[in-house]
């Protein structure tokens, strides 16, 4: 894929992120970072970030984080501890305008006895040639402000992840009444204990 190949031979910055471990077992974790519009969804119920996510189809996503960022991104490689994302987006900013690129992001997931290790490492390619020689040249100022946005995706997954497992009653009462197409919802359901899985779900909708 000429994408891939693109980021990967000249890319603007590559960073190596080991987020906070989740403390549930691997297969719940695996489906919150499978289902990331569910996640999403329940990401602002718990107002632990304002991110939307829609699913267009099972590898294909379109996010924005309200905050001036949005894009689409593809699973392109889907591994028992292993997804390999090719993304493409913008950021809309006062200082730079509007600055567009794409990235190869590699995630591992390695379970243990605890619960999962995280490890993501990403490979970012700038378009914009003065925005791009600025992130070389403060490198540190940018590769940090990277590092942070990273891991912040990483704990709010983990969050997630850990509410639905730690508290079943009441995530299963918030995902039996939100809007998620059924197929997203019982792919959930059929990892968190507690969740029936044969609930009956309400009507399903497209944008979360």
């Known amino acids: 894929m000429a994408a891939v190949e693109h980021i990967w031979v000249e890319p603007t910055l590559t960073r190596t ?5 989740a403390h549930v077992p691997f297969e ?58 090719l993304s493409w987006g913008e ?4 200082i730079l305008g509007t ?14 006895g605890q ?15 003065v925005a791009a020689a600025l992130a070389r040249l403060l490198i540190t100022v940018f590769g940090r402000f990277a590092d942070r946005k990273l891991a912040e995706g990483f704990a709010v997954t983990a969050r997630v992840a850990e509410w639905a497992f730690e508290q079943p009653r009441e ?6 009444h939100e809007p998620l197409p ?6 959930i359901l059929a990892v968190v204990p507690g969740c029936a899985a044969r609930a009956r ?8």
């Open 17 to 21: 992120v080991r987020g906070r471990p």
């Open 201 to 208: 779900a309400p009507q399903a909708a497209t944008s979360y």
């Open 91 to 94: 950021h809309s900013g006062w």
């Open 171 to 176: 995530f299963c009462q918030w995902i039996a």
């Open 28 to 85: 719940v974790y695996g489906a919150f970072v499978d289902a990331p519009d569910v996640t999403a969804a329940a990401a602002r119920f718990r107002k632990l970030a304002r991110y939307e996510v829609d699913a267009l189809d099972d590898d294909w996503y379109r996010a924005t984080d309200n905050d001036g960022s949005h894009g689409m991104y593809r699973v392109i490689v889907r591994e028992p501890v292993r997804r390999v994302v």
């Open 99 to 112: 600055i567009s690129g794409s990235a190869l992001t590699v995630v591992d997931l390695r379970p243990n």
């Open 182 to 187: 059924a197929a997203r919802r019982e792919r």
């Open 115 to 129: 619960g999962v290790e995280q490890v993501l490492t990403a490979h970012v390619r700038i378009d914009q040639p």
